[in-house]
């Protein structure tokens, strides 16, 4: 399992011209789920995420503060393409890519732990959809969080 974490400003997520999900100042998280990622697996990524210290403290320190304790949102979408492998060739292989219905219910347990672990906002876009996805990284700070 990999996630691709973007502290944001914004984020928002469209499907067919509306808008799914939409948060302020937080995560953005891409999930990739590959053949075998267990809920165990997804649990951990989640718990390592809500402790994660990414956001500035009360006095100004750098990195003190995580997303439960800067009161801060999450968005999560499912983005196969991050277990895309580019060994050979030029075209990718997504060979490892959990199938549809596997990695489903893996995202979904995935954001209900988010829930569970304390993130008061917790968004989504559309499983499986074609969607178009809108940031401001802060920062920019960017992350791969994989287990």
Known sequence: MKV???KVTTASVTVDSELVG???VGYLLF???VRGDTSAQAELIAEKIV????????????????????EGSIL?????????????GNR?????????????????YFIRKLEQLGVEKVESGEFGA???VSLVNDGPVTLIVEK
């Open 4 to 6: 691709l974490l973007q």
């Open 22 to 24: 939409q948060i302020g």
């Open 31 to 33: 999930i990739g789920i």
């Open 51 to 70: 402790k994660i210290r990414l956001f500035d403290g009360p006095d100004g320190k750098i990195n003190d503060t995580s997303i439960l304790d800067a």
């Open 76 to 88: 999560v979408i499912s983005q196969f393409t991050l277990a895309g492998r580019l060994e050979k």
């Open 92 to 108: 990718p292989d997504y060979s490892q890519a959990a199938l549809p219905e596997d990695a489903k219910v893996l995202y979904e």
């Open 130 to 132: 074609y969607m178009e």
